[in-house]
């Protein structure tokens, strides 16, 4: 199994601001992802973090606003750029397994609160 | 595309009892199909997941889920239910050419009275 770490795990923002987020994996995987989850509300998928190449997003989210950076098997940031109060939610990470046995990992989550 | 529904908001249940939560899935080709839980002011933890073989699928903390092909469904079980129990469920699919890309549900919140 993979412990995944997140940090912040909370964060109180001004919008206009830009915060970037964490995500420490204690092992090398493959694939990491970005989920968001709004007040009340399901996750949604924001982006697959690849290593060594662009981060692929999903339909509705662009690299502007949620710039993602993947140096290493271990290691993500998701960045939310010019934060307004639409962008307040959970922000959580997650790694994959190596195969459909494996299971998907998730972060703690890091609780965002745009003023 | 894939997808899940879980039609509930909300289960209510006394401790003992029985619980369902229920789930249902529209997707191409064969389903990855799996059951996390989020405690409060924490992340998601896995519970079960079907992939193939038998239709029941045991999993953590007591839980099980019966994969139904002809109903399309993944439902949630536990024979009995402990207060220690509620929290959020989500029920979720991967993606048909990505395993690892998943797609949730909207959460179904679970309340086990004592």
């Known amino acids: 199994s993979a412990v995944i770490s997140q940090k912040p795990s909370r964060d109180i923002c001004q919008r206009g601001t830009s915060l970037t987020i964490q995500c420490q994996v204690d092992s090398q995987v493959t694939m990491m992802f970005w989920y968001r989850q709004q007040p009340g509300q399901s996750l949604t998928l924001i982006a697959t973090?690849?290593?060594?190449?662009?981060?692929?997003?999903e339909s509705g989210f662009v690299i502007d606003k949620f710039p993602i950076s993947r140096p290493n098997l271990t290691f993500s940031t998701l960045t939310v750029s010019n934060m307004s109060p639409e962008d307040s939610s959970i922000y959580l990470c997650?790694?994959?397994?190596?195969?459909?046995?494996?299971?998907?990992?998730f972060g703690p989550g890091t609780r965002l609160l745009v003023l | 595309a894939q997808s899940v529904a879980q039609p509930e908001d909300q289960v209510n249940v006394a401790e003992g009892n029985p619980l369902t939560v229920k789930c249902t899935y529209s997707?191409?080709?064969?389903?990855?199909l799996f059951w996390y839980v989020q405690y409060p002011n924490r992340g998601l933890q896995f519970l079960l997941k079907y992939i193939t073989g038998d239709n029941l699928v045991k999993g953590s903390y007591g839980f099980e889920a019966e994969f139904n092909k002809s109903q399309t469904s993944f439902h949630l079980k536990k024979p009995s239910a402990l207060v220690s129990d509620s929290a959020l469920y989500f029920c979720a699919v991967s993606a048909l050419y990505n395993f690892n890309k998943f797609y949730f549900g909207s959460g179904t919140k679970l309340n086990v009275k004592p």
């Open positions: 973090a690849n290593q060594g190449s662009e981060a692929t997003y």
């Open positions: 997707v191409s080709g064969n389903p990855y």
């Open positions: 997650s790694a994959d397994g190596q195969d459909p046995q494996e299971t998907q990992y």
